[in-house]
């Protein structure tokens, strides 16, 4: 049982070199260099949807006396998405949300979701 349990640990190894080694690569693509990021970060079972950080920009008093609105801007670290965090009390723009079918849009947690239509699915 212990060879087996170390010939488990050898092969994740093994892959975790090929994988830094495919990042660390200057002639590799963008594309190979995020799918081995990604199943790199699988083999180590850290998830890059949580890698979340946040900014926050306060509300400033301009020159001519009007006042700009501050914001909360969430950014993933590993994969570069950010949203725009919505505040207590303000409403969407147009009133009412509307999403686009098919798009997958992250909610208040870090999870993906994606809305067909009518709901959610998660992704």
Avoid: C
């Amino acid at each position: 049982m212990d060879k087996e349990s170390q010939g488990f640990a050898n092969r994740a190894a093994g892959q975790s070199e090929q994988l830094r080694n495919t990042l660390l690569d200057p002639n590799a693509t963008p594309e190979q260099r995020r799918q081995a990021q990604q199943s790199l970060m699988a083999l180590q079972g850290k998830s890059a949807n949580r890698e979340w950080g946040v900014q926050v920009t306060p509300a400033t008093k301009n020159l001519d006396s009007s006042t700009s609105a501050g914001s909360i801007v969430r950014y993933n670290k590993a994969t570069g998405q950010t949203e725009v965090v919505q505040q207590p009390g303000q409403r969407a723009a147009s009133g009412n949300q509307k999403f686009t079918t098919g798009h997958i849009y992250v909610d208040g947690n870090g999870n993906g979701r994606k809305y067909n239509g009518s709901g959610w699915e998660p992704v």
